[in-house]
Each structure stands twice: as structure tokens, then as C-alpha cells.
Nanobody, 123 residues
Framework: QVQLVESGGGLVQPGGSLRLSCAASGSIFSIYAMGWYRQAPGKEREVVATITSGGSTNYADSVKGRFTISRVNAKNTVYLQMNSLKPEDTAVYYC?????????????????WGKGTLVTVSS
């Protein structure tokens, strides 16, 4: 099994910055893609940014130019640097490991989710 733990959330004023971290642990063989998703109050969960093991990135239009996703494959860790934060960025942010394989059964591919970390942007 794979466990994902997010950290770095908190309260920040509009225009401020936060850096989220997510560390995957367990019997990991490989993770194809890692990403960040968020869910605001009363809204559905949406993708924020993703990054593959090869370094290819994708961003939601709403965060392009403000957020940067990065990954350290050897540590199974993904980061999300969030700058110029807006009140509409307020949400629970979830870490995702996509296309993950475990050492015990590397032929079985599935996704794993973290429990989330709350980001509140307010003055």
C-alpha cells in the first residue's frame, strides 16, 4: 500500500504565498504522475497541477503563472509553490499519486489520495 501525507496548508492573506508538500511512502515501485487537486466549499474537486515522472507538467488555467509544481522522484515527493494567492484559491488541497505500482504487485496500477490540507486565503 501507498500512503500520501500533505503539509504546508494554513491561513494566508491575499497576495501571499504558501508551499505545499506531499510525501508518498510505503512499498512503492513507481509513480507515473503526481498532482494536486482542490475542493472549495460547495464545489466539486478539480485538478490544480500535475507532473509526470519525466517532468512534464500541466496546470489549471486559473493558476497558470501563479503556481509551480515540482517533484523529486527519488524521494517520492511533490511540491506546490503557490504565489499571488487569491480568496478563490481557498480550498482543501489533496495530493494524488497516479499510475502507482507497488513492489508487492507491480503489475497492478492504481491511484492513491492523501487526506488533504486546508488553504485559507483571507484578510
Amino acid at each position: 500500500q501507498v500512503q500520501l501525507v500533505e503539509s504546508g496548508g494554513g491561513l494566508v492573506q491575499p497576495g501571499g504565498s504558501l508551499r505545499l508538500s506531499c510525501a508518498a511512502s510505503g512499498s512503492i515501485f513507481s509513480i507515473y504522475a503526481m498532482g494536486w487537486y482542490r475542493q472549495a466549499p460547495g464545489k466539486e474537486r478539480e485538478v490544480v497541477a500535475t507532473i509526470t515522472s519525466g517532468g512534464s507538467t500541466n496546470y489549471a488555467d486559473s493558476v497558470k503563472g501563479r503556481f509551480t509544481i515540482s517533484r523529486v522522484n527519488a524521494k517520492n515527493t511533490v511540491y506546490l509553490q503557490m504565489n499571488s494567492l487569491k480568496p478563490e484559491d481557498t480550498a482543501v488541497y489533496y495530493c494524488n499519486a497516479g499510475g502507482a505500482r507497488t513492489i508487492g504487485n507491480p503489475g497492478y496500477v492504481r491511484d492513491y489520495w492523501g487526506k488533504g490540507t486546508l488553504v485559507t486565503v483571507s484578510s
